[in-house]
């Protein structure tokens, strides 16, 4: 059984950085695409970053080189830090793991939220200006 767990988020100012945790167990990092989306108000859950095989990455434009995602296979843990925070990053992150093997992020990507079977419970950011 496939179980995400969230954490790291919080409150921070306008600037300011967070690093977001993803716990898994039941899955494998090395084989199937893994990602971040968000929440906004007013808005659909929409794809954050996600990393593919061979630790290929893709991220929303909004978000690019501002944000990163990582994963550290010996722990099954998947990170994104998230430097130079807006307040229009504000909402609930979810980690979220796709049964899609052997991909590259871009392809991930493409999948939207549909093409994720297994998702953490969200974890709420809040950025204030």
């Known amino acids: 059984q496939v179980q995400l767990q969230e954490s790291g988020g919080g409150s921070v100012q306008a600037g300011g950085s967070l690093r977001l945790s993803c716990a898994a167990s039941?899955?494998?990092?090395?084989?199937?695409?893994l990602g971040w989306f968000r929440e906004t108000p007013g808005t659909e859950r929409e794809g954050v970053a996600i990393?593919?095989?061979?630790?290929?990455?893709s991220y929303a434009d909004s978000v690019k080189g501002r944000f990163t995602i990582s994963q550290d296979n010996a722990n099954n843990t998947l990170y994104l830090q998230m430097n130079n925070l807006k307040p229009e990053d504000t909402g609930i992150y979810y980690c979220?793991?796709?049964?899609?093997?052997?991909?590259?992020?871009?392809?991930?990507?493409?999948?939207?939220?549909?093409?994720?079977?297994?998702w953490g419970q969200g974890t709420q950011v809040t950025v204030s200006s």
């Open positions: 979220a793991a796709t049964t899609v093997q052997y991909a590259a992020a871009w392809y991930c990507f493409t999948l939207g939220r549909e093409g994720y079977a297994y």
């Open positions: 039941g899955y494998n990092f090395d084989r199937n695409c």
């Open positions: 990393i593919g095989t061979s630790r290929t990455t």
